[in-house]
Structures are given as C-alpha cells and as structure tokens.
C-alpha cells in the first residue's frame, strides 16, 4: 500500500484508520520503528494505492514522528484542511496530545506520566468553539499507603488553537485546560481512580453521554456515565486550582477559557497566566444526573462499546460490550436499577489479549480484534435463546424477541427490564403442549453393567439459572463441566436403578432439560465408559472445578 514498501517488505504498522465522509474512502496512518506516513484511501479501488490530496500536504509533518501502538486519534476535516489529533502515552516529555496539519502543535513539557484512553470531537454550532476532549489516567505523585497510584483526567483544547507567538507558547497548546473525573461513591467513599477506556454514545449536542471504563485495588471494575453538557460547563464555569486572588486575574481566567481565531495573537497578560499558573479546574466532573457507578464484582474488564441504538419493538436500552483480560467478551444490558450479563463470548481459541471492539449497528455484528486476529460475531443470533415464548424472553435480549414462532431479531415480544415470562401467557399452553411433545420423544433408557462408572449431562443453557438432578435418592444441585451439568454414577447397583432427570429454573420458570431411566444389566453389554474416557472426563472436571462463572 505505500509507495516504499517491496512486495516482500514492508515494515509499516497500521496505526491510525478513520472513515471519511466520502463513501468508499478512509483516512489511513502506517508507522515504521523510523517514521510515519498519512493517505487516503479509496476502499473500490482494487489496487488499494495511497494517494495524498493537496488539502492532506500539511499533515505531513507527522513523518517523522512515531505512532505508538494503541494510541487514540481524531480526524478533523474542514474546507480549510484536514488536521489529525493523536494522544501519544508516558513518562517521556512529549507526552499528551498532538495536532498534526495546517499547524503543528504539542503538548506543554512536564513531568508527568499519563496513559490516554479516548478522544472526542466535540462540534458546536460556532465552528470556532469546537473542542477535542481527551481522557487519560494520570500517576499519583502521591507515595502514601492511602494514595491511590492513579488519578482520571479529562483534557481539552480549542481545535482552533495554533499556539502562541514566537516569544511565548509557539506550537504549543494556549487552550488546554484539565479536570479530574470523579467515579464512585461519596457516601461508602468507595472509589475507583484507575480509568481503563471510554466510549461514546452520540445524541444531540445536549444528551451526548461518555461511558468511562474504571477499576480499583479490590478486583472490581465500574463504568460511570457522564455528560458532555457537564463536562463543558466544568471548564466554563469553574475556577482554576490556582485561583484568581483580584479582578485582574479573574479577567485573565475569563479569557484562557475562549477559544480564539488566532491564538497566537493573544494579550501576552494572558500567555504568561497560561505558562505560569496551573490548567487544572478546581471542580471535578461528576456523573450525569448524580448517578452512581455501574458495578462488577470479580471482572477485570479492558474495554468498552457501547450500542445505545433503539431495537425495533424492544424499546430504548443501553449494552455494553465488555472485554476481559482472557479473552472473553460479555454482552451487558443497563436498566434503570441495574445492570443485567445477558451473554458470554469467546471469540477466540486461546485467550489473547483484546485490542478493540466495535459494533456495527445496523447489523448487529460485532467486531473483536487481537495483536493477530479479527473475529465477527453475530449478537442478534437469536435461536440460541431456546425454542419457547418463556425462553426467549428469560435472555432479556434487546435484539431478540418472540414472533409467535420462534426467537428472532424481528420479535416484539420482550421484557428486558425484567425477564418477566408471564407475558407469554396467551401462547403458554400451545408452547407446553409442544415442548412437552418433544421431550417426551427425547426419554431414553439406558442399562448398566453392575459396579459401572457413568455419568449424566444436560446443557447449561443459561448462567443465571439453578440446575438440578432429580434422581431416586433424592435433589442434588449438578456439577458444572465446561457447559454441561453433570451427575456421576460411580458405582452402578439395584439402588442407583430409576428415573433421573435434570432441571433448571430461573425467576420462577422451571423446564426438563434430560430425562432418562438407569436400568441394572445381568449381561456384559451395557453402557459404560472406557478408561480412556473416563480419565478424559476426569481432567475436564478438575479442570471445570478450578475455575467458576460469575
């Protein structure tokens, strides 16, 4: 794809990809260990050749900077340019955020260690107030034993800012201003201060709300929810942690928080408040609306997506989509009480580490990437969620519903808030008759030789409910085996002989998942396992037993 690069090599990285407004075409960075190189890219084009517009020149100045993996940008195109906005994390002295194209500009030096985790372009309706927000986690110079090692951040600047004049702030930023984010709660003074990733849901300028990804010390994670109406009132409306002592200084604090057509034309009363006094906002910024945080327990989460869309028929609700440090991604559904884990991927065989994950919307796949592999998951598969009317509405899936016939993604039929089963009432008796038909189709007998090892199973179909194992001795909850419940026959004898039968029940909803009769066989053929088998079943369930479910 770049011009230098052999068919047999190439050492570029992908490291930044935006999609333009023009349909077909996307905005492309590939950096090598030396430099970093910027196109366009027109996707119906077969030969996948960069080319670089007039208006794209300017941001050439990013050649000789290098992208580091995992960093976060933004594309701003204008009828005067196209300016790329990039955090680059760290210790060193370069660290914060950069803006490459019609002017280069650079974070002030400082010594502070800061690890970014999101950008957004904030576009208001003057063009010359627009702003870029970026959130990052800060470590705490603090070395107590109380101390926490992190501390949230949010940063802006102005997208019109150039810097200021020769003497004073040239190429770097005059408009950056910081605010710490508060996430936990006041009361129990539970907190969590070490942010791990953002998300944004957009809606109009008013109601746009960022999904702030934290965990703390104690192995529990939390999301918190903000507002960007909130956000912009903190850096309008508060003092600075170094605040003004006359009206003078209040008069040059007033204009520090203007976005300016030319920055570099600015009171140099101004420029030296800006490079003398501190950019930090004595306010934090707070959850919208005085919510708290959406807590989980025992889940090491590193990324979060966010699909506020609105199914058709299922009403408004938010999920989240939360990757974990195995592997996994759980699928989570936000009520006004609470937070609901409707399902569990694993997208890949090993358990790497996940580098993003995204959703396209409108149709419902959902994209999980690793240093190596790109896996697409289809989460509007509805079948997966039983073959009744109760099942399907137990999921409390947003894109799933009951039609009449079957679970589907084209189902009205849904109560997500509540999983509440009893709306299917006026088909529960044809839905009973027929899954009672099928299960009676499904009994089976099984004869075992004396003193035989066997063992039961049945699907675990849902991980919110409780199975059990009815069986002539009695009720016993099963063993969980990967995604089977288990009951083990270890010595088979007239006692064992009977009916067995597994059961789940959740929120009141009971089904027969397997029922089978034990007979007691006087001959050899009987239905035992092998002991090849049976140390295979064995280590499985060593296996299970060292690792649970939430």
């Known amino acids: 794809m770049w011009k230098d690069c052999s068919s047999q090599d190439c050492s570029y990285r992908i490291t930044v990809v935006h999609q333009r407004e023009e349909e077909g075409q996307v905005f492309v960075c590939g950096t090598s260990d030396e430099k970093t190189q910027c196109c366009h890219l027109n996707l119906t084009d077969h030969f996948h050749e960069c080319y670089v517009p007039n208006k794209l020149h300017k941001i050439e100045t990013i050649e000789e900077s290098v992208i580091k993996e995992g960093e976060h940008s933004v594309l701003v195109e204008t009828e005067q340019g196209t300016d ?3 955090t680059y994390s760290g210790a060193q002295e370069n660290v914060g955020i950069h803006k490459f194209g019609s002017k280069r500009v650079r974070p002030v ?22 702003r870029i927000y970026a959130f990052y986690k800060q470590k705490s110079k603090d070395t107590g034993l109380d101390g926490d090692m992190w501390i949230p951040y949010v940063s802006q600047v102005c997208t019109a800012d150039i810097g200021g004049p020769k003497n004073k ?13 508060f996430c936990g709660n006041a009361n129990t003074k539970q907190d969590f201060t070490e942010l791990v990733d953002v998300a944004t849901v957009h809606g109009d300028q008013q109601e746009a709300k960022i999904y702030a990804l934290f965990r703390n010390e104690w192995d529990m994670s939390a999301v918190c929810v903000y507002s960007l109406r909130d956000i912009r009132d903190i850096f309008m409306t508060s003092a600075f942690k170094d605040q003004a002592t006359d009206d003078r200084q209040r008069e040059l604090d007033k204009k520090r928080k203007q976005c300016v057509r030319d920055s570099s034309m600015q009171h140099i009363d101004v420029l030296n408040r800006i490079e003398s006094r501190s950019a930090e906002m004595m306010d934090w910024v707070q959850p919208a609306s005085g919510s708290g945080p959406i807590l989980f327990k025992h889940h090491n989460y590193t990324h979060i997506y966010v699909d506020a869309s609105h ?4 009403g408004h609700h938010v999920v989240m989509f939360l990757s974990l440090s195995d592997g996994r991604v759980h699928e989570v559904v936000q009520t006004e009480a609470h937070s609901f884990i409707i399902a569990e991927y694993h997208p890949f065989r090993n358990q790497p580490h996940i580098t993003s994950i995204s959703l396209d919307t409108s149709s419902k796949k959902l994209y999980v990437s690793s240093r190596s592999e790109l896996v697409q998951l289809d989460v509007a598969n509805c079948t997966q969620y039983g073959s009744t009317c109760e099942e399907c509405v137990l ?3 947003p894109y799933c519903g009951w039609d009449g016939r079957s679970c589907t993604s084209r189902g009205a039929l849904q109560d997500v808030v509540r999983g509440n089963y009893t709306i299917c009432s006026e088909i529960q008796a044809r839905s009973s008759l027929l899954s009672s038909k099928d299960f009676r189709n499904q009994e089976k007998m099984v004869m075992l030789s004396p003193q035989s090892m066997y063992f039961l199973s049945c699907p675990v179909l849902s991980h919110h409910a409780q199975y059990t194992w009815h069986h002539p001795g009695g009720v016993l909850p099963c063993n969980h085996l990967e995604d089977q419940c288990i009951f083990l026959i270890d010595n088979m004898s007239e ?8 059961e789940s029940e959740e ?5 027969v998942l397997e029922e089978l009769e034990l007979q007691l066989s006087r001959t050899s053929e009987a239905g035992t396992l092998g ?20």
Request: proline share 3%; net charge positive.
């Open 495 to 502: 006692a064992r002989e009977g009916k067995y039968k597994c």
């Open 311 to 314: 199914p058709r028929g299922n």
């Open 169 to 181: 702030l040239q190429f770097s930023w005059t408009s950056q201003m910081n605010a710490r984010l």
């Open 84 to 86: 790329l906005y990039i």
């Open 507 to 511: 929120s009141g909803y009971s089904r």
């Open 109 to 130: 030096h400082h010594d502070k260690e800061q690890h970014y985790v999101g950008l957004v372009h904030d576009k208001r309706n003057e063009s010359l107030q627009n």
């Open 395 to 397: 999921s409390r899936k």
């Open 531 to 550: 002991p090849t088998v049976w140390v295979c079943v064995s280590a499985l369930m060593v296996r299970s037993f060292c690792s649970s479910f939430y």
